[in-house]
């Protein structure tokens, strides 16, 4: 938990010396009429017609009213509106909205903030402040000055129809705290808070919409718990308080309302309570009063009572008759009025109405979409989930390699957004339970080890639809029967009091709501990439009582966040887009998938433009991409380090103690060291395919159209090569010669051959080791060899149309010819992958090899392995690791520091890490579609521009 100190002040913040100038200046000039006039804020509807606004007008130039409170529409009509009405009054208009979460409680094309019940799950009061700060920004930007929030009542009643996830909870304390909060973050940025609904709506089981519900607790109760939050706020400077319509018989016998007692207003809200600012009405068309009064009617009642503002009049013209009769006659005295007008036109001071100005139009809708909302949205529902049963630790999954996981969404608002979050971490299956289809999806996670249960609810408003219906809790039922279950709750945590059947899983995260943020939080709590501190706000029976919340480990695999978390400037982020649009319209490559990550969590994630510049589908996230020669150290070389660490292999080892068919040959004496930093003066490479070749297509006497004996190593669709012809590639390459021993020249060949050690070490194919090893541990579920065998076609990234080879498109098959010739697991090419599994090898490099609470090197050897070994020799390599240029150009921009290390590959990829900034970056591509002859992604230093833009959005 978090908390934040403020200052304390003893009255609204609004009344000062110039607020009072200013009001009694423009009283002086104000008629009876026209004050009567000030006390009324009636309803506006910017999605209503024009004779809405019309009368809207009347009201105004004939009545004088004071406010709007506005509701439904949009924006910019909302904006449009507000303009034209200012302009038709002589005092300015007070605007006010329900914002309880922002503008979206009411509008449409605007950000929606978690509502204040996920808030309070989170416990920290400087989340709340920026809440309130987030909430007077939006407002400001749309000509609203008060917001009828915070809600102030404890909601002790968990069968209360109204307020419910409104409320931040039911603990006095924290309704308290983080009610302050928001309201100094609203006050503090020019907007009027209102404390609501006095004396307290959270008791009860009625809705004052409907009917006029009833609070049956003594006056040292409610003193004590209801009034608790309004005694923090008022020391605070809360600005106003509305009065809500309940019957209350502690503080009023007569079953008189309470926004119509005069007992509850002035003697307890002003004298007890001592509150000097604006007291509101809650709206007075609800049946709460409106069963009870005709109009005008219960307006006058609800002034003599000590209210200021008469909110939602259903009759003004009706309204204004009774105040001016009761004037008349004495009941209510001109200067009680003058009080009442005296507030408000305080509160329009404060509010900036003495310098009105319209609203400005342009660029509405991004402004009140702002980036800095997303943010603290994504902050809220981070902190807010909440693990409530966690039975033997089950959470986090460590041990990913032995989990089959599924994904079973249910509700009534079911989505994809759990699934999606899911597979960034592993590989999942997902159905949806439809009701009707209970036996089907059973059998179809039978075999799961682990079945991750998504509850989906309507996130429209707070209302809707959370407990399980009796279809959906039998199969619940069912499926824990013959499942392990981790079941997600996207909804009201009332819900899980209703249906205990849930709290019989494994573990049970409760996020609150149904959005995708929530969604990423529960899957990041699952795998381990974040901690789970939320806590209940509301008591979910006996055992799980408000302020409940088990805390997970957090396994330091990545996670999904913003640049501003970790010191990046998003702006200066996003001009990445730019220029991998600028390669695609170049033609430098079909499209690419970017990821950038820093201290663990990865702040940008896009992917762009086609698989093939004729493709009708966009590249996705969890496309596959040949990686090229990053298999070096994405393969061979975590396999050469296992050995180092292990002691089977020292870098001064020479290739004849591993390979007894090197001794003999100038390859014999080779060092392991010299051969992995390309120092050991081995060719660059050599083009086995050409001599297979007659007539320049591929030779009958080597290959085969079909699988048949002795022709079973696949090259490419409907193409197989001789088995002995991997014989042949390792005799040519002992057999080649040696140039320049010790002296830097960047080849392939060296890695044929450390394959074959890593293979014969450890009797095992490559592909087989590096899956066991590495990328089933790491979750790396698309990273490995052999896509076609484990992903359908259209997963797969094409890379060159093959006019001189296999005559074919290469789509699933290693682009790298001599790799193709291996069978497509080569030393130095054949892995695939996407960005996301890449950019986790890469995290794990730079956290010293330890990834997902599993060490995977020992401490040291990332290190070792990643130092410019010979940087005396002018070579810049580390071991197996590429190294920045020492000079002029080279795979990294002149930002990189000396300590980043990584490697690029030949289809246009490149994998960095920066442990000096805390980097890793990832760029994929096909450069090569749709022929490697196209070098324009080089040319136009897409890849280290990239670079050099992550490095300038580094904040100081």
């Known amino acids: 938990m978090m908390t934040a100190s403020f200052g304390l002040c003893s009255q ?190 959270g008791d009860t089981d009625q809705d004052s919409h409907k009917t ?90 609800a002034l003599l009572a000590g209210n200021d503002v008469l909110l939602f009049a259903e009759d003004v013209p009706a309204a204004v008759q009774k105040i001016t009769a ?29 310098n009105y100005s319209p609203i400005a139009v342009e660029n509405i809708i991004a402004d009140l979409n702002d980036h800095d909302s997303r943010v603290l949205i994504k902050q809220i529902y981070d902190q807010a989930a909440t693990v409530v049963v966690n039975k033997d630790r089950i959470l986090p999954l460590q041990n990913l390699e032995n989990e089959k996981v599924t994904v079973v969404n249910i509700g009534s608002r079911i989505n994809n957004n759990l699934a999606d979050a899911a597979a960034h971490y592993s590989l999942v299956e997902s159905f949806d339970f439809t009701g009707a289809n209970a036996s089907e999806v059973l059998k179809k996670v039978a075999l799961s080890d682990l079945v991750i249960v998504g509850y989906f609810t309507d996130n429209t408003n707070p209302w809707r639809r959370y407990v399980m219906n009796e279809e959906e809790k039998r199969f619940i039922q069912r499926l824990l029967l013959q499942n392990r279950v981790v079941f997600v709750h996207f909804a009201n945590p009332y819900g899980l009091k209703s249906t205990p059947e849930i709290l019989e899983s494994e573990a049970v995260i409760q996020t609150y709501q149904n959005t995708f943020d929530a969604a990423l939080s529960a899957a990041q709590i699952i795998f381990g990439a974040r901690e789970a501190s939320g806590t209940l706000p509301v008591s979910i029976g006996v055992l799980m009582p408000s302020n409940h919340g088990i805390p997970t480990l957090d396994l330091n695999r990545l996670r999904y966040g913003f640049p501003e978390e970790v010191g990046m400037d998003a702006t200066t982020l996003a001009r990445i887009d730019a220029e991998v649009q600028r390669a695609i319209r170049a033609k430098a490559t079909p499209g690419a998938q970017v990821v950038v990550a820093r201290r663990g969590v990865i702040v940008y994630e896009r992917s762009f433009g086609k698989p093939m510049y004729s493709s009708l589908e966009t590249v996705k996230w969890d496309d596959i991409y040949d990686i090229a020669s990053i298999t070096k150290i994405a393969a061979t070389l975590p396999m050469v380090m296992r050995m180092y660490d292990e002691g089977k292999l020292e870098l001064n080892d020479e290739l004849g103690k591993f390979l007894p068919e090197t001794i003999g040959t100038n390859k014999e004496h080779l060092k392991v060291i010299d051969v992995l930093t390309h120092q050991a003066g081995l060719q660059a490479w050599i083009p086995f395919y050409i001599e297979t070749l007659e007539a320049q297509k591929p030779s009958n006497t080597y290959y085969s159209k079909s699988l048949k004996e002795g022709y079973t190593i696949q090259v490419a669709k409907d193409l197989y090569i001789r088995d002995d012809y991997r014989d042949t590639i390792y005799d040519l390459i002992l057999k080649s010669p040696l140039e320049n021993p010790g002296k830097y020249k960047y080849s392939d060949l060296g890695y044929y051959l450390m394959k074959k050690i890593v293979e014969q070490t450890y009797r095992a194919p ?85 990834y997902g609470g599993h060490r995977y090197f020992r401490p040291g050897t990332i290190e070792l392995f990643t130092k410019c070994a010979f940087c005396e020799n002018k070579n810049r390599r580390g071991i197996g690791f590429d190294k920045p240029q020492l000079e002029g150009a080279g795979p990294a921009c002149d930002c990189a520091s000396p300590k980043s290390f990584g490697h690029t590959g030949f289809t246009g990829t490149i994998a960095w890490v920066d442990p000096s900034e805390d980097l890793v970056y990832i760029f994929l591509s096909n450069r090569v579609y749709p022929d490697a002859e196209n070098r324009a992604l080089i040319s136009m230093n897409i890849r280290t521009n990239i670079q050099e833009i992550i490095y300038d959005s580094l904040l100081p």
């Open 326 to 354: 009761a004037i008349a006659s004495g009941k209510l005295s001109e200067k009680e009025l003058d009080l009442h007008v005296r507030r408000i036109l305080m509160a329009k001071y404060g509010a900036g109405l003495a």
């Open 766 to 850: 490559l592909d087989v080791l590096v899956q066991e090893f590495l990328y089933r541990p790491l979750g790396a579920w698309s990273m490995g060899f052999h896509p076609r065998e484990r992903f359908s076609l259209d997963k797969i990234i094409p890379t060159e149309e093959d006019r001189y080879f296999r005559y074919q498109l290469i789509q699933g098959f290693v682009h790298d010819q001599g790799a193709a010739m291996m069978g497509g697991v080569g030393g130095h090419a054949g892995v695939f992958s996407n960005a996301n599994d890449l950019a986790k090898l890469m995290q794990m490099y730079l956290n010293d090899g330890e």
């Open 12 to 201: 609204p913040f609004y009344q000062g010396d110039d607020a009072s100038v200013w009001a009694d200046s423009t009283m002086k000039s104000m008629t009876i009429q026209q004050k009567i006039g000030q006390l009324f804020m009636v309803a506006a509807y910017s999605n209503r017609n024009a004779a809405h606004e019309r009368e809207l007008t009347s009201l105004i130039e004939n009545h004088h009213i004071g406010g709007l409170i506005f509701f439904q529409g949009g924006p910019v009509r909302q904006a449009r509106m507000t303009n034209r009405l200012q302009a038709k009054s002589d005092v300015p208009l007070m605007i006010g909205m329900d914002a309880e979460w922002d503008l979206a409680m009411r509008l449409d094309s605007v950000t929606q903030l978690p509502w204040p019940m996920t808030l309070g799950a989170t416990n920290d009061s400087s989340l709340a402040y920026e809440y309130g700060k987030t909430i007077a920004r939006h407002c400001k930007r749309l000509g609203v000055h008060f917001n009828f929030g915070p809600v102030l009542d404890i909601n002790t009643n968990p069968d209360n129809p109204i307020i419910g996830v409104r409320s931040f909870g039911e603990d006095v304390e924290r309704v308290s705290r983080l009610s302050v909060a928001y309201t100094l973050g609203m006050q503090d940025h020019g907007v009027l808070a209102c404390g609501k609904h006095f004396p307290g709506h």
């Open 212 to 301: 006029l519900p009833s609070v049956h607790q003594s006056y040292p109760r409610l003193s004590e718990v209801e009034w608790a939050p309004y005694r923090e706020n008022f020391k605070h400077g809360l600005a106003s308080v509305m009065v809500a319509h309940l019957n209350v018989p502690s503080l009023d016998r007569s079953g008189t309302p309470t926004s119509l007692s005069p007992i509850v207003v002035d003697s307890l809200l002003r004298n007890e309570l001592g509150f000097d600012g604006l007291a509101f009405t809650d709206a007075l068309n609800m049946r709460g009063v409106s069963d009870l009064y005709p109009p005008g009617e219960v307006d006058l009642r």
